[in-house]
């Protein structure tokens, strides 16, 4: 039996479909792919990181955003969703009659699904890193309290730091503010595990 033909679209069909779709897709070398939905645990997870990011940046020049915003990762070859990103200064916008695709996120912050973890930590991280304004890249499990936080600090050169203690805090920086664990895990309701 033959498989069916790829099919392939260029970045302007992918944005004209995308502006009537119900859906988001994220978009890379010419394919689209459906973009996962989130379970009442991630958004709620979602939620409580956007809320405790924007309290700590306070009157800081950066602002933060949902996962309705797309990044432009390259012009050509992709667009993606994260669950929230901090851009410093000026938002760069993708073309001035487009207002949601931005450029130059700073901090991106991925919750982490089943479905959608290893693309999370490989290809879209490998993706991201190719954004010259990306510095710092937060990863949330919400199947059990652990933060993975990675940043910038080289050309090409990352360190990460682990966290799985609810009275734990981060230090972000860029945009230069501390996270407290407990903030994102607030109202979450965990398995009992067996151990």
């Known amino acids: 039996m033959t498989q069916p033909a790829k099919v392939y679209y260029t970045p302007e069909e992918y944005l004209h479909l995308e502006e ?5 897709h994220e978009y890379f070398r010419g394919e689209i792919y459906q973009r996962a939905g989130g379970t009442p645990r991630h958004n709620l997870i979602v939620a409580n990181t956007i809320t405790e ?3 700590k940046l306070g009157d800081k020049d950066c602002t933060t955003y949902s ?3 797309r ?3 390259k012009p050509d070859q992709a667009y993606t969703y994260a669950d929230a990103s901090v851009v410093g200064g000026e938002v760069v916008l993708l073309a001035p009659n487009r207002q949601d695709t931005l450029a130059n996120p700073l901090l991106i912050v991925e919750v982490l699904s089943p479905s ?3 693309y999370d930590r490989s290809q879209k991280f490998e993706l991201y890193r190719r954004l010259k304004s990306f510095q710092s890249y937060l990863l949330i499990d919400q199947a059990r309290v652990y933060v993975e936080y990675y940043q910038k600090i080289g050309l090409n050169k990352w360190v990460m730091e682990t966290f799985d203690e609810l009275g734990q805090s981060l230090e972000i920086n ?3 503010i501390t996270l407290a664990l407990a903030n994102f895990y607030r109202k979450v309701k965990f398995e009992p595990t067996t151990e």
């Open 53 to 55: 990011i924007n309290l």
């Open 20 to 24: 009537n779709s119900l859906d988001k």
């Open 116 to 118: 959608t973890e290893k």
């Open 71 to 73: 990044i432009m990762v």
């Open 67 to 69: 996962s309705d915003m």
């Open 174 to 176: 860029p945009p230069g």
